[in-house]
């Protein structure tokens, strides 16, 4: 199994920058593409950023240019750095992961989840 922390949520106001982290651990063999998720109230889970081993990008339009997504391959860890944070940011962030485990002799691939962490843009 793979556990997926997230940290760095917090309240923020219109125009300010926060930076979100996702450490991954567990019995993990290799983790694959890894991103963030949002979703707001009364919304469905969007996606917001993905990033894979070899950091090649993939961004949500609503956030291009606002924010970044990175990873420490080593540490199994993503980030995303969020600039320029709007009202409609305001949502609870997951982080996702796509890994391949190792226990007992086996290898098991699995898709995973963070429990979120809220983030709130307001003046």
């Known amino acids: 199994q793979v556990q997926l922390v997230e940290s760095g949520g917090g309240l923020v106001q219109p125009g300010g920058s926060l930076r979100l982290s996702c450490a991954a651990s567990?019995?993990?063999?290799?983790?694959?593409?890894m991103g963030w998720y949002r979703q707001a109230p009364g919304k469905q889970r969007e996606l917001v950023a993905t990033i894979n081993p070899g950091g090649s990008t993939n961004y949500a339009d609503p956030v291009k240019g606002r924010f970044t997504i990175s990873r420490d391959n080593a540490k199994n860890t993503v980030y995303l750095q969020m600039s320029s944070l709007k009202p409609e940011d305001t949502a609870n962030y997951y982080c996702n992961a796509d890994g391949i485990t190792y226990t007992s002799g086996y290898y098991l691939a699995g898709d995973y989840w963070g429990q979120g962490t809220q983030v709130t843009v307001s003046s």
């Open positions: 567990g019995s993990i063999f290799s983790m694959n593409v």
